[in-house]
């Protein structure tokens, strides 16, 4: 298996909801990342997890919570959400946090906040 | 609601030419970079990497450049096809730090 799976595929939430994003790998790798990605940008590193524990927090609002079960799952956890959240959000995972190691990108969530 | 305003790159070539999409870094301490190919709707597919001890890589189709003198990477797709019609991004990390970093992207439009 060399693939990041990212559920559900679509998702429109309302600004009150609370919702969460899955993402989740069976190759062993030890680091897992969530990015952000908007219309005709670059995707925006938001959070890294290494060895489950989490290593970089890019200055992310509160109102997105991370969560690494274990070492095959990684979770976003969504609450209070603003339309300007609204984007297509990618996970990827890579062998080690240190590079040197290709990354590998799931094919995302799209986000619509209502 | 979304952002406008911001134009990507673009570069328009017909089939079977090559195309050379280039790519400015940023950080001295980058040593490693990956072009990706993204098509709509999808994730980033890794294309071709190169570590900074090299300054030339081929794959099947591609070759990736680097000059680490100016900070500049460049992706070399031969005998363009349909196919590759896509948004290119260069990325760059270092082996001192876990932090995978896009540049803009380039649109590229293959016509038939």
């Known amino acids: 298996d060399t693939e990041v799976t990212q559920t559900p595929k679509h998702l429109v939430m309302g600004m009150t909801n609370k919702k969460s994003l899955k993402c989740e790998q069976h190759m062993g790798h030890r680091a897992m990342y969530w990015y952000k990605q908007k219309a005709k940008k670059p995707p925006e590193l938001m959070f890294v997890y290494s060895y489950e524990k989490l290593s970089i927090n890019e200055s992310v609002p509160s109102r997105f919570s991370p969560e690494c079960p274990n070492s095959s799952l990684l979770n976003l956890h969504l609450h209070a959400l603003q339309p300007e959240d609204s984007a297509l959000y990618l996970c990827?995972?890579?062998?080690?946090?240190?590079?040197?190691?290709?990354?590998?990108f799931g094919s995302g969530t799209r986000l619509t906040v209502v | 609601g979304e952002s406008v305003g911001l134009h990507l790159p673009t570069l328009s070539v017909q089939e079977g030419d090559n195309s050379i999409i280039n790519c400015a870094y940023s950080?001295?301490?980058?040593?490693?970079f990956i072009w990706y190919k993204q098509e709509s709707g999808k994730g980033p597919q890794f294309i071709i990497d190169?570590?900074?001890?090299?300054d030339k890589r081929q794959g099947q189709r591609v070759t990736v450049l680097l000059n680490k003198t100016v900070k500049h990477l460049s992706l070399q797709i031969a005998a363009t096809q349909p196919g590759d019609s896509a948004v290119y991004f260069c990325a760059e990390t270092g082996t001192s730090y876990g932090k995978l970093t896009f540049g803009q992207g380039t649109i590229l439009t293959v016509h038939p």
């Open positions: 950080n001295s301490a980058s040593d490693y």
């Open positions: 190169i570590r900074s001890n090299m």
């Open positions: 990827a995972s890579s062998q080690q946090e240190i590079a040197n190691y290709g990354y590998t």
